[in-house]
């Protein structure tokens, strides 16, 4: 009997309807390491999930990713949960991720959570709460476990950086149950000596169960109360904890806490190697430009020839001395020609006020027959009082006086 051939679309349909068709492979839950991970630009994330013997593909489109409450990458164990199908075009079957969380962290991510939501809601995250890191700290307080890792990478990051700098190590335990309190003694005590001028505090990456010390209240509260800068260093770029919100600057790792801790005597020696350049520089080019100016102060006529500027200013002196002594002059026979009229002037009020005058209606003076009409009222002003006549005849020439 000749057997009925498939082709591989058919055969690849039918396996995917027999993945469909499974109650089991619809909703299964599978927990195991993450490898390979990826994030598409899509924002869907594919990975795989592996054991000691095994690993099985994995994708998890960003409806459903958008849900993750942390980040995923390599190394971390995780459960999902979701469903098996097969991709056709490539005959490999996937586990299509529905929900994924940390193993045996699901607890701990929803009391991380919460106790974010807490400390922010008292504003221990606030930007205008940090205290600003010294450029150049004369100490530097290290609080992390003296044989780790991270200690190692930030002597060797500050020492290389500025060699100058006094370097304190405050070790404590950095994870367990213990290590809260280790943590917060070390910080407490700093405050209380007063004994750098920033505290660094760090250790190497991990599970959230092993960097859980620095996710806890008591030692959150000690960083936020203490009255020297704090970096926090904790763990990988993708790791975040308390600490990292509480802190006055989180660094990324050990080593960028280090870099961020302390400036560098190489790069201050290059920006001041720079600075007194430009500085020389400008002064060159100051000097020029005031060598320039001499030499045009030097070659003009006026320093060639000095007592010659002197003797202008000296006759023009004499010419303004002149032309003051004119005005003076005239002014003086100006003063003295009014004091004459002022003087005639009141020599004739006076001897008015002696003889008496005449004067018509207009406050004018009368002292021809010429200047009056018939019928004219003039005022007759005596040296006891005044008159007002009337014109009844006018006669021209000297007057006789009649004898009686």
């Known amino acids: 009997m000749k057997m009925r051939s498939l082709t591989v679309?058919?055969?690849?349909?039918?396996?995917?309807?027999?993945?469909?068709?499974?109650?089991?492979?619809?909703?299964?839950?599978?927990?195991?390491?993450?490898?390979?991970?990826k994030e598409h630009s899509s924002g869907h994330l594919y990975f795989s999930l592996k054991d000691q013997e095994s690993r099985v593909t994995c994708v998890m489109f960003k409806g459903n990713a958008t849900h993750l409450n942390f980040n995923p990458a390599d190394g971390k164990s995780v459960i999902v949960k979701g469903y098996i199908s097969l991709y056709e075009k490539t005959g490999q079957y996937q586990l299509y991720v529905q929900y994924?969380?940390?193993?045996?962290?699901?607890?701990?991510?929803?009391q991380f959570e919460e106790l974010k939501r807490q400390l922010f809601e008292k504003g221990w995250f606030d930007q205008n709460k940090k205290m600003p890191i010294p450029t150049y700290p004369n100490r530097i307080a290290i609080v992390t476990s003296k044989t780790g890792a991270a200690i190692r990478d930030i002597i060797?990051?500050?020492?290389?950086?500025?060699?100058?700098?006094?370097?304190?190590?405050?070790?404590?335990?950095?994870?367990?149950?213990?290590?809260?309190?280790?943590?917060?003694?070390?910080i407490e005590k700093i405050n209380e000596t007063q004994a750098a001028d920033v505290i660094i505090l760090s250790r190497g990456g991990g599970s959230i169960e092993e960097l859980w010390a620095f996710n806890?209240?008591?030692?959150?509260?000690?960083?936020?109360?203490?009255?020297?800068?704090?970096?926090?260093?904790?763990?990988?770029?993708?790791?975040?904890t308390i600490a990292d919100f509480v802190a006055d600057l989180r660094a990324p790792t050990p080593s960028a806490a280090a870099e961020l801790a302390v400036g560098s005597l190489v790069e201050l020696k290059e920006r001041?190697?720079?600075?007194?350049?430009?500085?020389?520089?400008?002064?060159?080019?100051?000097?020029?430009?005031?060598?320039?100016?001499?030499?045009?102060?030097?070659?003009?006529?006026?320093?060639?020839?000095?007592?010659?500027?002197?003797?202008?200013?000296?006759?023009?002196?004499?010419?303004?001395?002149?032309?003051?002594?004119?005005?003076?002059?005239?002014?003086?026979?100006?003063?003295r020609v009014q004091l004459l009229n002022y003087k005639s002037h009141l020599n004739d009020l006076y001897n008015q006020n002696q003889n008496g005058f005449i004067e018509n209606t207009r406050g004018e003076q009368?002292?021809?027959?010429?200047?009056?009409?018939?019928?004219?009222?003039?005022?007759?002003?005596?040296?006891?009082?005044?008159?007002?006549?009337k014109i009844e005849e006018i006669n021209e020439g000297f007057y006789e006086r009649k004898n009686i």
């Open 100 to 110: 994924m969380e940390m193993k045996g962290e699901g607890d701990l991510y929803l």
């Open 156 to 186: 060797s990051v500050i020492t290389r950086r500025n060699p100058t700098v006094s370097l304190y190590v405050y070790s404590v335990l950095v994870q367990g149950e213990n290590a809260k309190y280790d943590i917060t003694r070390a």
């Open 216 to 240: 806890e209240g008591i030692v959150a509260q000690s960083i936020y109360r203490s009255e020297i800068p704090i970096i926090s260093g904790v763990g990988h770029e993708t790791d975040f």
């Open 272 to 335: 001041l190697h720079t600075y007194k350049t430009t500085v020389y520089k400008q002064m060159l080019r100051k000097l020029e430009i005031e060598k320039n100016h001499l030499t045009q102060i030097k070659n003009h006529y006026t320093m060639k020839r000095p007592l010659e500027i002197l003797y202008q200013y000296r006759q023009q002196l004499d010419l303004y001395e002149s032309r003051l002594e004119n005005i003076l002059k005239k002014t003086i026979h100006e003063r």
């Open 366 to 389: 009368v002292k021809s027959v010429k200047e009056v009409e018939m019928n004219e009222e003039l005022i007759l002003r005596l040296k006891d009082g005044h008159l007002k006549v």
């Open 9 to 37: 679309s058919k055969l690849n349909s039918y396996i995917k309807s027999l993945f469909s068709n499974d109650g089991i492979l619809n909703n299964v839950s599978v927990e195991g390491e993450i490898s390979n991970y």
